[in-house]
């Protein structure tokens, strides 16, 4: 069973950064692909950026695109999600989600139904 937590998350002022991690026991496998997602009050969960199990395919969304970095350190069980110039509008509670995947490991999944495991998330408040 694969457990995940993030953290990183907290108070950070609009054009700030901010690095979450998701870290799993089971992630040094290299068999899992693994997304972040978002969901602010009152709004639908949405995907923020995925990453494959190789690590080398990777998408983000186009709301974080081009400041949201994703990145995964296989060895220190970790996932990242590296944020720059964040913006009021990326608070939200932050979350990782984990699937095992089979085949070449080369697959980046954007929707949440491809996920079987979740951490509990970690909040982001951007606000000066």
């Known amino acids: 069973q694969l457990q995940l937590v993030e953290s990183g998350g907290g108070l950070v002022q609009p054009g700030g950064s901010l690095r979450l991690s998701c870290i799993g026991s089971?992630?040094?496998?290299?068999?899992?692909?693994v997304g972040w997602f978002r969901q602010a009050p009152g709004k639908e969960r949405e995907g923020v950026s995925c990453i494959s199990a190789t690590g080398h395919t990777t998408n983000t969304a186009d709301s974080v695109k081009g400041r949201f970095t994703i990145s995964r350190d296989n060895a220190a069980n970790t996932v990242y999600l590296q944020m720059h110039n964040v913006k009021p509008e990326d608070t939200a509670f932050y979350y990782c989600a984990a699937r095992f995947d089979y085949g070449p490991g080369n697959v980046c999944y954007d929707v949440e139904s491809e996920y079987t495991y979740w951490g509990q998330g970690t909040q982001v408040t951007v606000s000066s």
């Open positions: 089971a992630l040094a496998s290299g068999y899992y692909a």
